[in-house]
Each structure stands twice: as structure tokens, then as C-alpha cells.
């Protein structure tokens, strides 16, 4: 993998720019932790020294100024202890070496102070040996100057140790990050990869190139987009497919006809021919020709079908109504070709296309004319029993049930049909607009003959 490809994918982009923002987090909660821990612990220092203060204060105002001396000694003996000055009216040093100036509060930075018990003096002092102190200064009744520091070493460190921490588990949380978007980087672009592999591959006509993806509980955003990519491939070949059939269907069927219509018209410019024969060639040409263009519109309207759901326009209507309208319309037709129509409605009301459906019934009757014998008996039901049904049935030949299914597609035709008109459309028509309606059409055997059943929601 390239890595110019690698860093220039959105997926590595996102990564770095949430590990810019967590590095940003990180650093805002250190200043803010920093900054807090430093007040707090000024304020814990400045209340710790003012408590000692207002201990010695008591001590002189009590005991006087020996005593303060005394427990300034005993105190000093103590780890951990404070550090001490004190300084009387006189300006002499009584004890302690904090220097004691001017009342008040003050930051100093003296010569390092060495605890008398301290067995192991601090090795990690700067190299002057210089501490910083906080200290407070008051002044006494007698004139004496009292002076109360801390070292500030124990707030730095406690600082440092909370700012170290926070960086460390900052930069822990980074790297993990990082990582964990890199691995997750790495494998969504072999899925990239593969789908433009895939999509590469059908480009050059290999219609059976698929995507390989999760399909359990550990599926995301990309397995759905290739069980997506590979459906729509799917479909897409099926349509290649399909126009494919189409196109060697359509060549086949209207060879014939169209070697008819030529040896008609073949007939009508011979010089010796008869006026009649000439005028039944011309006429026999002419319907020829129409059979074809009939052929023509019924691929235009399923084309139309297939290409457009938004064509049905969906009323409320009652299908045994419409249903009785095309017998109406058919029934002179069925009874002059010597086979007889029997109609059985109840109220079947259905959301449906008018023009749509009487298109299907049409076509069903047609097809139930063109394949049973003469004196066969075509049964056209309308009713509702849960869901409101159309049903043609003959008592004819019917369907073989290893080619029911097959008789929907375009142009197909059973071996016993190829030899009458039609050219095998007129139930694929009728299943696009099933399809449309979202209804179900199921092609059963009627013992004997074939039962078309529309079954509408």
C-alpha cells in the first residue's frame, strides 16, 4: 500500500486530526490542572503557616519571648518541621535563620536549609543550592520580628508529578489511538481496495466479480456498502443478461415473420403474378408487418414497465367491476373463436391502476384463447378472502411446472406455442404489473389446464 495513498486517506486524516484534538485536551487539562494544584497548595502552605504564627503569637503573649524561643527549638528538632526566624527589638538574631525584615507575605529564596535530623540531604537541589521559600512575617508586641516559611519544593513536586502523569497518560492514550486508527485505516482501504478492484473488473467485462465481506455480527459501515456494491452487481448482471436474451429472443421470433412479410412482397412485384395474388401478397405483408410492430409496442409498454414505477397511478376501485368490463369486451371474441367465458365476481376492492389492470386481464384472457383448444371453457373470479384476488383459469393444455416460472420471462415460449402467433411477452407484462402493484402472481395447474392468480395487499 502507498503510503502517499495511505496518509492521503480520510480515514488517517480523521485519525491525526483527533489525535491533534486530544493532544490539545491533554494540554488544556494539564495547564488547568497546574494551574489549580498550585493555588490549592499555596493556600494548604499559607494556612499551615498561619496556624503556626497564631500558635507562637499565643506563646508570647502567655510565656513571653523565651518561650517562643524554647518552642521554636523543640519544634525545629521535628521532621517535616517549618522553618523559623526570629529577630527582637533590638535587631539580634534570637534564633531560626529565615531573615525577618518587614511584616507581611513574601517569596524568598535563601541558602539551602539542612534539616539537623535529615539523614539523607535532598540530592535533586538546583546546583546553587538555593531554596524557595514562602513566608510569613509578623511583628510582636515587644517590637520583635516572627518569621514562618515553607518550602515551596513539596507544591513544585506535587505539580510535576500530577503534570508528568497527565502527560503520560496522555501520550499513552495518543500512541494507543494512533495505532488503533492506523490498523483500522489499513483494513478499511483493503476493503477500498477491493471494491475498485471489483468495480475495475466489471469494467472489463467480468460481470462476476464480487466483493468479499462480513455478513454476522461484526459487520460495519464498509461489509454493508459491499453486500450493497454487490447487489447492485448482482442486478446489473442480471439485466446485461437479460438484454442479452432479449436481443437474441427479439432476432429469432421476428426472423421468421419478417422472412414472411419479404417473400410476400417478393410475390407482389412478380410481373406474372395475377392482380389477386399481388393484392393478397401486399395484404398478407401488411399483416405481417403489423404483427411486428404489435411486437414492438408490447416490448416499448414493458420496457415502459420496468423503467418507470411511477407510471401506475393507484385509486380505490372495485376489481370485479373492471373485471366484468374486459370479459364485456372480450367475450364476443372468445365465444366467435368456438371457446366459452364464464365470469364469478363478489366486491373486490384494491388500490390498483385501472388501465394497468385491465391491461393484465386482457392479456391473460388473450393468452388463455391463443393456447387451449376449441371448446374449452376460460373462467375469469374476482373476490377478496383476506386479500382481494383476480383469477383466469382454462381447461386447456396448461403449463409444465418446471416451466411456469420460465413462461414470465420476455419471449419465452413453450415448445408446443412457437409455431402460433404471439411472441411470448404477453405474461411478462402481466408480471411487471403485478410487480408495480406489489402483488403476488402465481401460475398453478387448474387439473387440467393453467390458473393465473393476481393477488392484491
Known sequence: MRTSRFFASTSVRLALLHALLLTLAFMATALFAWLATRDLARDQLREQISDEVAALGEEFRTEGLDAVVLAIEARSGRPGSLDYGLVDGAGVVRIGELPATRPGWSELQVPDIEEPDDPEPEAEEDDEGVER????????????????????????????????????????CLVIGLAASMWLTRRSLRQVDELMSASRAVSSGNLSARVAHETGANRDDLDELSASFNAMLDRVEALIVSVREVSTDVAHDLRTPLSHVRQQLERARDENAEPADRAAAIEAADAGLSGVLRTFDAMLRLAELDASPDVARMTALDLAELAERVADAFRPDIEASGRTLVVQSSPAPARADKDLIAQALANLLDNAMRHTPRGATIVMRAYRDGETRLVVSDNGPGVPASEREAVLKRFYRLAQSRSGPGAGIGLSIVAAVARLHGAALVLEDAKPGLRVTLSFK
Not at 507544591?155 to 502523569?165: G, N, P
Open 133 to 172: 521559600i514562602l513566608v510569613q512575617t509578623v511583628r510582636l508586641d515587644d517590637g520583635s520580628l516572627l518569621a514562618v516559611g515553607e518550602d515551596l519544593e513539596g507544591e513544585e513536586r506535587l505539580r510535576d508529578l500530577l503534570f508528568a502523569t497527565l502527560a503520560w497518560v496522555g501520550l499513552t
